[in-house]
């Protein structure tokens, strides 16, 4: 907990496990010593289990959750979820790639395991499951005891990965790239939305890379920013922490935009943005954006394409030029960038896992 704080599930594991201790000592120092000797197995493997859960989620790379709960569809009011489509994952690993399934067996380990990672790997395909660009995570078993030839190899050939632990301690023996399949790589190209835009060009952007409390100074900033609650913010929290979002954009080797998006941006900054920011568009920006719409930025028959596409489309809650921007990343397996955290949250809510970079919003000031 101290080193992965943000880890999900960490306290609840941390509970399960100082329950199962304390039912040990209370037995252990009861009177029904009779009851402790049945109980003593099943105390056992159920430590040593949570022990192998920690080591595995100590080991892995980019650890984002333990025992997370999975379902093979989105909840809804009229048709709850029932407990056979829920699965637990004992370790997420590789920023939800990887799915890791624990067994911590002395001697053979069960032939249920077999059935168990098949479920996670069912439930890890659904729609709803599917990572960016619709990737289902891949599925491993990380194990203590001995597999069975036969479990082995359906294991393998349902492309589900065996990691041997070998006892509490042969863990460390294991290097995570050598055994591990490679993380998806980053997207080479980053999406620009018009929230994005707005931030690249706006003097408030501009003022934090040059004379920030000269910017403050001005009166028409001032006036500003006390017309509006979100705009005093943006200031405050620029001036505090700069999001410089030029220099994390200079990782990519192409910037996008939708043309829908490109129009709404263009016609908002020459009704609302001033001339220096109208003039940054033209002169620093312009002629690093390409246009790209979502045809060209898919050309050929890929029924997986279309499916995802068809997926961020029938997303609700959502604004059709919002939809755009999604869209264009999704078929052209690009990151948006956008401040629209609301509605990133909104498609995951609904299912649909976006490659996005969520930032703060920066507003024009119309200078």
Known sequence: MARKPDVEGIIKLRRALSRERDVAVSLRSGLDSSRFATSRQGLENNLRGFSLELICADWAP?????????????????????????????????????????????GRVAAGIVTQALTLQKVASAPCNLRPFGVPPRVAVFVTGELGEMEARTLRENDILILRANGVGGVAALDPLAVLPPAPAPPKMAN??????????????????????????????????????????CLNAELEDPQDLERQLQDYEKLVVHPSVLRRFVKILYTMGGPRE????????????????????????????????????????????QLDAFELGEVAMAKTFTANGRAVLSAAEQGVCLETHVHRAIWLVGL
């Open 192 to 233: 620009l939305d018009v929230t994005t835009l707005f931030a690249l060009v706006s003097e408030v952007s501009h003022a934090t890379r040059s004379n920030f409390m000269a910017f403050l100074d001005d009166p028409v900033v001032r006036e500003w920013a006390a017309k509006k609650a979100q705009h005093r913010a």
């Open 62 to 106: 980019n650890v984002t959750a333990v025992r997370k709960r999975f379902a093979s569809r989105t909840p809804s009011v009229v048709a709850k979820l029932e407990d056979d489509e829920v699965v637990e994952v004992d370790v997420v690993a590789q920023g939800g790639a990887l799915w890791i399934e624990c067994k911590a067996e002395r």
């Open 278 to 321: 109208q003039r940054r568009w033209v002169e620093e920006w312009s002629h690093r954006i390409e246009v790209l719409d979502v045809a060209e930025a898919h050309e050929g028959d890929d029924s997986g394409v279309e499916s995802r596409r068809r997926r961020v489309r029938s997303l609700e809650r959502i604004s059709d030029p």
